[in-house]
Protein backbone atom coordinates (compact mmCIF):
# COMPACT_ATOMS: atom_id res chain seq x y z
CA UNK A 1 0.00 0.00 0.00
CA UNK A 2 2.76 2.25 -0.58
CA UNK A 3 3.62 5.01 -2.43
CA UNK A 4 7.40 5.71 -2.17
CA UNK A 5 8.57 6.39 0.72
CA UNK A 6 7.25 9.44 2.07
CA UNK A 7 5.40 8.32 5.25
CA UNK A 8 3.09 10.23 7.81
CA UNK A 9 3.75 9.48 11.85
CA UNK A 10 0.48 9.53 13.80
CA UNK A 11 0.95 10.06 17.72
CA UNK A 12 -1.88 9.05 19.93
CA UNK A 13 -4.17 6.65 21.71
CA UNK A 14 -4.83 3.19 20.13
CA UNK A 15 -7.58 1.33 22.73
CA UNK A 16 -10.29 -1.58 23.13
CA UNK A 17 -13.75 0.13 23.06
CA UNK A 18 -16.19 -2.80 24.78
CA UNK A 19 -19.94 -2.56 25.07
CA UNK A 20 -21.67 -4.84 27.89
CA UNK A 21 -24.94 -5.21 27.81
CA UNK A 22 -27.55 -6.16 30.26
CA UNK A 23 -27.90 -9.52 29.25
CA UNK A 24 -24.00 -9.73 30.45
CA UNK A 25 -23.12 -9.92 26.03
CA UNK A 26 -19.87 -8.19 25.34
CA UNK A 27 -18.53 -6.31 21.93
CA UNK A 28 -14.47 -5.39 22.01
CA UNK A 29 -13.56 -3.88 19.13
CA UNK A 30 -10.24 -1.51 18.34
CA UNK A 31 -10.74 2.39 18.85
CA UNK A 32 -8.75 5.15 19.71
CA UNK A 33 -8.64 8.65 17.26
CA UNK A 34 -4.99 8.92 16.08
CA UNK A 35 -5.37 5.11 15.42
CA UNK A 36 -8.63 5.78 13.41
CA UNK A 37 -7.11 8.20 11.45
CA UNK A 38 -3.72 6.23 10.82
CA UNK A 39 -6.27 3.25 10.11
CA UNK A 40 -7.97 5.95 7.47
CA UNK A 41 -4.36 7.39 6.16
CA UNK A 42 -3.32 3.51 5.51
CA UNK A 43 -6.62 2.64 3.69
CA UNK A 44 -5.73 5.47 1.31
CA UNK A 45 -2.97 4.07 0.25
CA UNK A 46 -0.78 6.09 2.68
CA UNK A 47 2.56 4.53 4.91
CA UNK A 48 1.19 5.18 8.12
CA UNK A 49 3.12 4.84 11.63
CA UNK A 50 1.54 4.63 14.84
CA UNK A 51 3.69 5.81 17.58
CA UNK A 52 0.85 4.36 20.92
CA UNK A 53 1.06 2.97 23.64
CA UNK A 54 -0.15 -0.71 23.90
CA UNK A 55 -0.16 -3.46 26.48
CA UNK A 56 1.41 -7.11 25.80
CA UNK A 57 -2.28 -8.40 26.35
CA UNK A 58 -4.82 -9.93 24.62
CA UNK A 59 -6.40 -6.19 24.22
CA UNK A 60 -2.87 -4.90 22.69
CA UNK A 61 -3.09 -7.84 20.20
CA UNK A 62 -6.66 -7.23 18.77
CA UNK A 63 -5.67 -3.50 18.30
CA UNK A 64 -2.51 -4.56 16.46
CA UNK A 65 -3.76 -6.86 14.60
CA UNK A 66 -6.80 -4.88 13.18
CA UNK A 67 -4.31 -1.78 12.67
CA UNK A 68 -1.94 -3.67 10.82
CA UNK A 69 -4.81 -5.81 8.40
CA UNK A 70 -5.09 -2.55 6.55
CA UNK A 71 -0.96 -1.61 6.80
CA UNK A 72 -0.95 0.18 9.46
CA UNK A 73 2.82 -0.03 11.39
CA UNK A 74 2.31 -0.03 14.89
CA UNK A 75 6.17 1.22 16.26
CA UNK A 76 6.90 -0.74 18.83
CA UNK A 77 8.91 0.91 22.10
CA UNK A 78 11.25 -0.05 25.01
CA UNK A 79 8.70 0.51 27.15
CA UNK A 80 4.81 -0.01 27.44
CA UNK A 81 1.82 -0.40 29.39
CA UNK A 82 1.00 -3.61 32.11
CA UNK A 83 -2.32 -3.51 30.00
CA UNK A 84 -4.12 -1.63 27.04
CA UNK A 85 -6.58 0.52 27.62
CA UNK A 86 -10.17 0.52 27.21
CA UNK A 87 -13.76 2.44 27.34
CA UNK A 88 -16.18 0.41 28.77
CA UNK A 89 -19.75 1.21 27.87
CA UNK A 90 -22.23 -0.39 30.55
CA UNK A 91 -25.76 -0.77 28.73
CA UNK A 92 -28.72 -0.82 31.13
CA UNK A 93 -32.65 -3.07 29.52
CA UNK A 94 -33.25 0.59 27.72
CA UNK A 95 -30.15 0.68 26.32
CA UNK A 96 -28.34 3.66 27.81
CA UNK A 97 -24.86 3.56 28.57
CA UNK A 98 -22.72 4.13 31.38
CA UNK A 99 -19.15 4.56 30.87
CA UNK A 100 -16.00 3.34 32.35
CA UNK A 101 -12.68 4.85 31.25
CA UNK A 102 -9.55 2.74 32.09
CA UNK A 103 -6.88 4.75 30.54
CA UNK A 104 -3.14 5.16 30.99
CA UNK A 105 -1.16 7.49 28.07
CA UNK A 106 2.25 7.49 27.99
CA UNK A 107 5.27 7.57 25.21
CA UNK A 108 7.75 4.71 25.11
CA UNK A 109 11.28 6.07 26.08
CA UNK A 110 12.81 5.41 23.10
CA UNK A 111 11.55 3.98 19.50
CA UNK A 112 11.99 2.55 16.39
CA UNK A 113 12.71 5.52 14.05
CA UNK A 114 13.34 6.08 10.21
CA UNK A 115 16.46 7.79 9.43
CA UNK A 116 13.80 9.65 6.95
CA UNK A 117 11.54 12.00 9.27
CA UNK A 118 7.68 11.58 7.82
CA UNK A 119 6.44 14.09 5.73
CA UNK A 120 3.46 14.78 8.26
CA UNK A 121 3.05 14.35 11.82
CA UNK A 122 -0.70 13.80 13.60
CA UNK A 123 -1.93 13.93 16.90
CA UNK A 124 -4.72 15.03 18.72
CA UNK A 125 -7.58 13.62 21.21
CA UNK A 126 -6.91 11.95 24.60
CA UNK A 127 -3.27 11.62 23.62
CA UNK A 128 -2.52 15.57 24.04
CA UNK A 129 -4.37 16.38 27.05
CA UNK A 130 -3.75 13.04 29.30
CA UNK A 131 -1.02 13.40 31.73
CA UNK A 132 2.26 12.39 31.60
CA UNK A 133 2.23 11.39 27.99
CA UNK A 134 0.25 14.61 27.04
CA UNK A 135 3.46 16.85 27.25
CA UNK A 136 5.54 14.36 25.28
CA UNK A 137 3.17 14.60 22.57
CA UNK A 138 4.15 18.56 22.71
CA UNK A 139 7.58 17.68 22.85
CA UNK A 140 7.41 15.05 19.90
CA UNK A 141 5.73 17.97 17.91
CA UNK A 142 8.19 20.51 18.06
CA UNK A 143 10.81 17.91 17.61
CA UNK A 144 9.68 17.35 14.27
CA UNK A 145 8.67 21.04 13.04
CA UNK A 146 12.00 21.36 11.03
CA UNK A 147 10.76 18.91 8.85
CA UNK A 148 7.08 18.03 8.87
CA UNK A 149 3.67 19.42 8.56
CA UNK A 150 2.19 19.46 11.74
CA UNK A 151 -1.66 18.49 12.20
CA UNK A 152 -4.20 18.27 15.03
CA UNK A 153 -7.76 17.14 15.85
CA UNK A 154 -8.51 18.23 19.72
CA UNK A 155 -11.33 15.69 18.99
CA UNK A 156 -12.16 16.41 23.03
CA UNK A 157 -13.66 13.96 25.51
CA UNK A 158 -15.09 15.80 28.09
CA UNK A 159 -16.02 13.07 30.84
CA UNK A 160 -11.84 12.12 30.80
CA UNK A 161 -9.71 15.23 30.02
CA UNK A 162 -12.41 17.65 32.74
CA UNK A 163 -13.88 20.92 32.47
CA UNK A 164 -13.18 23.08 29.44
CA UNK A 165 -11.20 26.16 31.59
CA UNK A 166 -8.43 23.30 32.45
CA UNK A 167 -7.67 22.64 28.56
CA UNK A 168 -8.20 25.26 27.30
CA UNK A 169 -4.26 26.85 27.62
CA UNK A 170 -2.94 23.70 26.46
CA UNK A 171 -5.27 23.17 23.04
CA UNK A 172 -4.64 27.00 22.20
CA UNK A 173 -0.78 26.29 22.71
CA UNK A 174 -0.71 23.34 20.45
CA UNK A 175 -2.84 25.26 17.98
CA UNK A 176 -0.40 28.16 17.56
CA UNK A 177 2.14 25.18 16.93
CA UNK A 178 0.67 23.24 13.89
CA UNK A 179 0.32 24.15 10.29
CA UNK A 180 -3.17 22.31 10.31
CA UNK A 181 -6.31 21.66 12.65
CA UNK A 182 -9.68 19.91 12.17
CA UNK A 183 -11.91 20.47 14.64
CA UNK A 184 -15.50 19.70 15.30
CA UNK A 185 -18.51 22.43 16.03
CA UNK A 186 -19.36 20.14 18.97
CA UNK A 187 -15.45 20.52 20.73
CA UNK A 188 -15.94 24.20 19.89
CA UNK A 189 -19.25 24.67 21.38
CA UNK A 190 -17.68 23.19 24.69
CA UNK A 191 -14.38 25.06 24.44
CA UNK A 192 -16.21 28.38 23.40
CA UNK A 193 -19.98 28.14 24.19
CA UNK A 194 -20.77 32.06 23.69
CA UNK A 195 -18.52 31.81 20.11
CA UNK A 196 -19.62 30.79 16.85
CA UNK A 197 -17.63 27.97 15.05
CA UNK A 198 -16.60 30.67 11.98
CA UNK A 199 -15.51 33.28 14.93
CA UNK A 200 -13.03 30.88 16.66
CA UNK A 201 -12.16 29.61 13.38
CA UNK A 202 -10.79 32.48 12.25
CA UNK A 203 -8.77 33.25 15.09
CA UNK A 204 -7.30 30.07 15.01
CA UNK A 205 -6.09 31.09 12.19
CA UNK A 206 -4.64 34.00 12.78
CA UNK A 207 -2.77 32.24 15.96
CA UNK A 208 -0.71 30.43 13.92
CA UNK A 209 -1.75 27.26 11.77
CA UNK A 210 -2.46 27.72 8.02
CA UNK A 211 -5.22 25.99 7.58
CA UNK A 212 -8.26 25.73 10.20
CA UNK A 213 -11.00 23.21 9.14
CA UNK A 214 -14.47 22.94 11.28
CA UNK A 215 -16.79 19.81 11.03
CA UNK A 216 -20.56 21.15 11.37
CA UNK A 217 -21.74 16.97 11.12
CA UNK A 218 -24.91 17.39 8.69
CA UNK A 219 -24.38 20.71 7.80
CA UNK A 220 -20.47 20.14 5.90
CA UNK A 221 -17.61 21.72 7.01
CA UNK A 222 -16.08 25.47 6.92
CA UNK A 223 -12.58 25.87 6.34
CA UNK A 224 -10.51 29.56 7.38
CA UNK A 225 -6.69 29.92 6.41
CA UNK A 226 -4.30 32.13 7.61
CA UNK A 227 -4.37 34.09 4.31
CA UNK A 228 -7.81 34.89 4.60
CA UNK A 229 -9.82 32.66 2.66
CA UNK A 230 -13.03 31.49 3.99
CA UNK A 231 -14.96 28.64 2.48
CA UNK A 232 -18.08 25.84 3.34
CA UNK A 233 -18.65 23.01 1.94
CA UNK A 234 -22.09 20.59 2.25
CA UNK A 235 -21.59 17.34 3.62
CA UNK A 236 -23.13 14.45 1.41
CA UNK A 237 -26.60 13.25 1.81
CA UNK A 238 -26.01 9.77 3.33
CA UNK A 239 -28.44 7.31 5.34
CA UNK A 240 -26.45 7.13 8.42
CA UNK A 241 -25.59 4.06 10.27
CA UNK A 242 -23.39 5.59 13.00
CA UNK A 243 -21.10 8.81 13.52
CA UNK A 244 -18.53 6.58 15.11
CA UNK A 245 -15.31 7.50 13.40
CA UNK A 246 -16.91 9.59 11.28
CA UNK A 247 -14.17 12.47 12.17
CA UNK A 248 -11.19 10.38 12.11
CA UNK A 249 -11.84 9.32 8.61
CA UNK A 250 -12.53 12.92 7.84
CA UNK A 251 -9.02 13.74 9.34
CA UNK A 252 -6.59 11.06 7.40
CA UNK A 253 -8.64 12.13 4.15
CA UNK A 254 -7.75 15.87 5.26
CA UNK A 255 -4.01 14.63 5.44
CA UNK A 256 -4.60 12.67 2.11
CA UNK A 257 -5.56 15.12 -0.14
CA UNK A 258 -3.05 17.57 1.12
CA UNK A 259 -0.80 14.94 0.72
CA UNK A 260 -1.81 14.55 -2.92
CA UNK A 261 -1.73 18.67 -3.41
CA UNK A 262 1.89 19.00 -2.76
CA UNK A 263 1.50 20.29 0.73
CA UNK A 264 2.91 18.44 2.87
CA UNK A 265 6.55 18.47 4.63
CA UNK A 266 8.57 21.26 5.99
CA UNK A 267 9.95 22.70 3.02
CA UNK A 268 6.05 23.13 1.69
CA UNK A 269 5.04 25.24 4.68
CA UNK A 270 4.78 28.22 2.57
CA UNK A 271 2.82 26.70 -0.31
CA UNK A 272 0.29 25.30 2.12
CA UNK A 273 -0.01 29.26 3.75
CA UNK A 274 -0.81 30.20 0.57
CA UNK A 275 -2.70 27.78 -1.01
CA UNK A 276 -6.07 29.03 -3.19
CA UNK A 277 -9.68 28.33 -1.88
CA UNK A 278 -10.34 26.15 -5.48
CA UNK A 279 -7.29 23.27 -3.79
CA UNK A 280 -8.97 23.63 0.06
CA UNK A 281 -12.40 22.88 -1.57
CA UNK A 282 -11.38 20.25 -3.60
CA UNK A 283 -9.80 18.46 -0.77
CA UNK A 284 -12.95 19.44 1.47
CA UNK A 285 -15.14 18.06 -0.79
CA UNK A 286 -13.16 14.77 -0.85
CA UNK A 287 -13.24 14.63 3.17
CA UNK A 288 -17.25 15.01 2.95
CA UNK A 289 -17.08 12.14 0.69
CA UNK A 290 -14.78 9.98 3.07
CA UNK A 291 -17.37 10.98 5.60
CA UNK A 292 -19.95 9.88 4.28
CA UNK A 293 -19.32 6.99 3.51
CA UNK A 294 -17.70 6.22 7.00
CA UNK A 295 -21.54 7.03 8.59
CA UNK A 296 -23.08 5.02 5.88
CA UNK A 297 -21.96 1.80 7.92
CA UNK A 298 -21.57 0.98 11.49
CA UNK A 299 -18.22 1.42 13.35
CA UNK A 300 -15.12 3.50 12.42
CA UNK A 301 -14.82 1.73 8.75
CA UNK A 302 -13.01 4.42 6.71
CA UNK A 303 -12.91 4.08 2.95
CA UNK A 304 -10.25 2.70 0.69
CA UNK A 305 -9.14 4.55 -2.32
CA UNK A 306 -10.93 2.22 -4.69
CA UNK A 307 -14.30 3.01 -3.07
CA UNK A 308 -13.39 6.64 -4.02
CA UNK A 309 -12.92 6.84 -7.61
Known sequence: ??????????????????????????????????????????????????????????????????????????????????????????????????????????????????????????????AALLAPGGARVETELGRHRATSTLTYDPNLRPSIIGPADANRHVIERIVAAVDVVKVSDEDLAWLYPDETPAQVAERWAQAGPALVVVTLGGEGALACTCAGLQLTVPAESVTVADTVGAGDSFMGGLIDGLWSAGLLGADRRAALRTADAAVVERILRRCARIAAITVSRPGANPPTSAELV
Do not use: C, K, Q
Open 1 to 126: MSMGEERALVIGEALVDAVVRADGSTDRHPGGSPANVALGLARLGRRADLLTWLGEDSDGALVRRHLEASGVRVLSGLTGPNHTSAATAHLDAAGVATYVFDLEWDLPSRYEEDAEPPVVVHTGSI
